[in-house]
T-cell receptor, first 118, second 113 residues
Framework: GAVVSQHPSWVICKSGTSVKIECRSL??????MFWYRQFPKQSLMLMAT?????????EQGVEKDKFLINHASLTLSTLTVTSAHPEDSSFYIC??????????????FGPGTRLTVL | KQEVTQIPAALSVPEGENLVLNCSFT??????LQWFRQDPGKGLTSLLL?????REQTSGRLNASLDKSSGRSTLYIAASQPGDSATYLC????????????FGAGTQVVVTP
């Protein structure tokens, strides 16, 4: 089946530093990847849509200079949280849409990355 | 804006009982609806995907129905097991925002032995 990985699975950093999270589709090509954020006991909130070879599209209220997204290849998208602060602590999950199944619209989700900013 | 609601927020049943989880959405112009399972601290596992043209999908003990006109989907899990304990999320992709999922808050399920 379609597998999406994320790295790292968890990260702790100091306030003011930047953190990069990778999302990879392991056995399929993904022209589109999505980044979500989940607070404890809450559901997922879409942050941005990442398209290979073009700029990401951010949802309303999401700071694009704060959350930098790069989708450099058909199997890799990265999310960089710049100048992280404690309020950025959250569970970040990516998903990918299989290029070959684009008409189906099914998304495959990664295992998530837990970010803790001290 | 599409709003997705899941009722109940939490559910506890004894092993062997059937589970019925509800998902409602406000905009019936959807592209598809997907049900997921999330274990504590983990990512999402896809359970069933229903296209807007379909009425239901089945996989093993799971059956999901879709009634677009009334803005509802129901996930049935037959003969529940303790391993079914998890949070179940439904997500709706709008016809005008294909690929962007709007998630419900989830139903937390506990199946007691």
């Amino acid at each position: 089946g379609a597998v999406v990985s994320q790295h790292p699975s968890w990260v702790i950093c100091k306030s003011g530093t930047s953190v990069k999270i990778e999302c990879r589709s392991l056995d399929f090509q993904a022209t589109t990847m999505f980044w979500y954020r989940q607070f404890p006991k809450q559901s997922l909130m879409l942050m941005a849509t990442s398209n290979e070879g073009s700029k990401a599209t951010y949802e309303q209220g999401v700071e694009k200079d704060k959350f930098l997204i790069n989708h450099a290849s058909l199997t890799l998208s990265t999310l960089t949280v710049t100048s992280a602060h404690p309020e950025d602590s959250s569970f970040y999950i990516c998903s990918a849409r299989d290029k070959g199944l684009a008409g189906v619209g099914e998304q495959f989700f990664g295992p998530g990355t837990r970010l803790t900013v001290l | 804006k599409q709003e997705v609601t899941q009722i109940p927020a939490a559910l506890s049943v004894p092993e062997g009982e059937n589970l019925v989880l509800n998902c409602s959405f406000t905009d019936s112009a959807i592209y598809n609806l997907q049900w997921f399972r999330q274990d504590p601290g983990k990512g999402l596992t896809s359970l069933l995907l229903i296209q807007s043209s379909q009425r239901e999908q089945t996989s093993g003990r799971l059956n999901a129905s879709l009634d677009k006109s009334s803005g509802r989907s129901t996930l049935y899990i037959a003969a529940s097991q303790p391993g079914d304990s998890a949070t179940y999320l439904c997500a709706v992709s709008g016809a005008r925002s294909w690929g962007k999922f709007q998630f419900g808050a989830g139903t937390q399920v506990v199946v007691t032995p």
